[in-house]
């Protein structure tokens, strides 16, 4: 028996909870207010047994009252009421010296819990008979394998119920091209925040195959590569049914209508087939005939409208205008800066080009840069001349694209119906040779077609045809010019020049392959084989005893834009020795300008290498003091244009003069191209020239002539 117990009853009122005291034998000694009300009655005197659903045996009862250091358990209260408590029942001993008295009972009301577990449990159970019944395969995916799924995914794949938990996707899949197809869609639109939907041929565990559509997203929105659900229909039977409608549409139509009246609004699904199905057929015949990236018609679409353009033409008695648009450089842009910018430059000109043109004209691309403008009804050619005009003047102003502002100008080929031809595929053909003129009039140009140009773009293909295979034919060889010491008249470097001998009797003019090569990429191949070459040359004399003298090679825009030119340079001098001070790179003011910090960063390379850089052609392009001060070259040459007529032509005179001090502020070299007589060499010396090439010293001549002449020309100018 308790032996104090008003303190015990002290104490209980002090825990503040439900709570009771109970004696060795089982009787209830006290309670507090709170276990009194929530039992609605006093249960002193009665057994502690009494208070459970589950009621304690007395030697339950000693165990309890004397467990060290107490327990815990869940059960339920029995009340007046007869409505049940879930409680957690916490029993602690009451020690009297060495023996114990009796136990303290602490109720802990856990009803709201135990309602909430049962409103989980039976809400867990709802989802799961909801997703079971579901006439889709649900799916829950994280890190590429199925986490778990619903019944009618595992009748879709024939798996047993948990068979395909822990599963890799992987393995719904036909191969793995596929899978990874369908992993870089998924993410592509997971990351863009879409939903994805696509259809691709599954495997069944036994190997069956068959067409699927998939819907999936993920869980959340901003973690696309977190957890994701999806939905997995069986669409074998509605593709062969598609197959079906493609190969008897009209008789499918015919079905689709009587099928739709027959049931009316109830067909709703079949409705909403149709629907994409016709939406589908409204795309591809979009894409059949408009350009992908500019959505301007293509090629197929242009056709026809200018076939109806002719009709008209002839019945109103009135002419048409084909005008081919090529834009200059693109493709050194489209490299240097990669596709995606040359594509969006691509869409901007196709957006200014349709602002520059009438409302009843039509612009098309065919491909890579190649636009083409058709005007009918137009009364006489100048009307064509005025667009042509406006297309310039629109493409005249930058392209802000990637933090850089772009330049691209068109050359454009105009040809006349049916002054020019008689149909469609005479009249792009005679357009398209007009372009190539204005290519070769300049660029930035429109050049109307005339019978003459077809004789010259022939003979540009069979150059260009040629041109392919005349690297590996060893139809190159080198030319040497040297410069010379205007002081000394000594030889001082010499010019490394292409020549191309397209048979024994037929050696090809620079002026007429240089810029074949330059647009359609071969400098780069040609361009490395002439810098190998060169230095080979410079130590095959060492190796003969001669001394070497610097060698100028030129470097185009093309070759100086290409990413591996540094490399190439490297392994060259790497793989032939040569001493990098005998090597000098010609660059146009052009090449220079053209790409900026990209520009600088290459010309560093190279001359930390120890190759001298010059510009060529100096006066002819930017002529901007900035970018010699910018960059490390150690010579400029004055263009031939300026010396050609150095002695009767004062404004020349004053030129060349300026660039020469220039230059020697400026602490560089000073080379005039084109020396040809005495008078103009009198005149650079004068004026301070430093040195001199041109036909007045000798004529651009073979390695094996150079080395013959090289003495000859030592001992006569000494």
Avoid at 115 to 124: C, F, M, P
Avoid at 176 to 203: C, H, P
Avoid at 303 to 332: G, P
Avoid at 536 to 541: D, G, N
Wanted: charged share 20%; hydrophobic share 45%.
């Amino acid at each position: 028996m308790l032996t104090n117990t008003d303190f015990v009853a002290g104490a209980l009122v002090l825990i503040g909870v439900p709570a009771c005291a109970f004696g060795v034998d089982g009787t209830v000694m006290a309670a507090n207010a709170e276990l009194v009300t929530l039992l609605g009655r006093d249960p002193c005197g009665a057994g502690v047994d009494k208070l459970f659903t589950l009621h304690v045996r007395e030697a339950s009862v000693a165990r309890l009252a004397s467990a060290t250091p107490g327990v815990r358990w869940d059960t339920y209260l029995t009340p007046a009421s007869g409505h049940y408590f879930a409680v957690q029942a916490w029993v602690k001993p009451l020690p009297a010296g060495a023996q114990v008295q009796g136990a303290t009972i602490v109720f802990n009301d856990i009803s709201d819990v135990r309602r909430d577990q049962r409103a989980l449990h039976n809400a867990l159970l709802e989802n799961q008979a909801i997703l079971d019944s579901a006439v889709l395969g649900i799916s829950v995916v994280e890190e590429g394998r199925n986490l778990h799924c619903n019944t009618k995914m595992e009748e879709l794949f024939g798996y047993p119920p948990g068979g395909m938990n822990n599963l890799s996707v992987q393995a719904f899949y036909a191969d793995k091209d596929a899978w990874q197809a369908a992993r870089a869609e998924t993410m592509r639109d997971f990351t863009a925040g879409r939903i994805n939907v696509s259809e691709y041929e599954l495997v069944r565990r036994d190997g069956t195959v068959f067409w699927a559509r998939l819907s999936g997203r993920p869980f959340d929105l901003a973690h696309p590569r977190g957890r994701s659900v999806w939905l997995v229909d069986d669409i074998t039977a509605r593709r062969e049914a598609a197959e079906a409608v493609s190969r008897a549409r009209d008789e499918l139509e015919v079905r689709v209508l009587e099928r739709t009246a027959e049931l009316a609004g109830a067909n709703a699904l079949l409705q909403g087939e149709i629907i994409e199905r016709r939406q589908a057929e409204a795309r591809v015949h979009h894409m059949a005939y408009h350009d992908s990236l500019t959505g301007l018609p293509n090629r197929a679409l242009l056709s026809d409208r200018l076939d109806r353009a002719m009709l008209n033409a002839q019945r109103s008695q009135r002419q048409l205008a084909v005008m081919f648009i090529d834009l200059d450089r693109f493709k050194t842009i489209n490299d240097s800066l990669g596709h995606m910018t040359g594509d969006q430059l691509l869409k901007e000109v196709a957006n200014r080009l349709c602002c520059a043109v009438r409302g009843s004209d039509t612009v098309a691309r065919l491909g890579g840069d190649e636009f083409v403008v058709l005007l009918p009804g137009i009364a006489d050619p100048v009307e064509a001349s005025a667009v042509a005009e406006q297309i310039i003047t629109a493409l005249d102003e930058s392209f802000p694209l990637d933090g850089r502002n772009l330049h691209i100008t068109p050359s454009i080929g105009i040809c006349i119906y049916p002054d020019d031809g008689a149909d469609v595929a005479t009249l792009m053909r005679n357009a398209d040779t007009a372009m190539y003129h204005a290519k070769a009039t300049g660029r930035n140009n429109y050049q109307y077609f005339q019978p003459v140009m077809n004789q010259a773009a022939a003979q540009y293909f069979e150059l260009e045809s040629n041109l392919r295979n005349a690297l590996a034919r060893d139809q190159f060889s080198l030319h040497f010019q040297p410069i010379i010491d205007i002081g000394t008249r000594r030889l001082h470097a010499m010019e490394v020049l292409l020549r191309w001998r397209r048979d024994e009797h037929d050696l090809v003019l620079p002026d007429s392959f240089i810029p074949i090569i330059e647009d359609n990429g071969l400098i780069v191949p040609i361009g490395e084989w002439v810098i190998r070459q060169a230095c080979e040359q410079s130590m095959a004399w060492l190796r003969a005893g001669l001394q070497p003298v610097p060698l100028a090679v030129n470097l185009s825009a093309r070759q100086f834009t290409h990413g591996a030119l540094v490399a190439t340079v490297r392994r060259i001098l790497d793989e032939t020795g040569i001493d990098p001070a005998l090597l000098e790179f010609e660059i146009t003011e052009t090449a220079l300008m053209q790409h900026g910090e990209q520009t600088q960063e290459i010309l560093e390379q190279i001359n930390a290498m120890g190759i001298r850089l010059s510009i060529d052609d100096f006066g002819t392009g930017y002529s901007s003091l900035a970018y010699l001060k910018r960059f490390p070259v150690k010579k400029i040459k004055i263009d031939r244009a300026f010396i050609k007529d150095l002695p009767t032509s004062a404004e020349d005179r004053a030129i060349v003069a300026a660039i020469i001090a220039l230059s020697g502020s400026l602490q560089l070299s000073v080379v005039a191209e084109g020396v040809e007589n005495e008078s103009q060499y009198a005149l650079l010396q004068r004026h301070g020239c430093q040195f001199a090439q041109g036909f007045l010293f000798s004529e651009p001549a073979p390695h094996h002539e150079v080395r013959l002449l090289l003495p000859r020309l030592d001992a006569a100018l000494a």
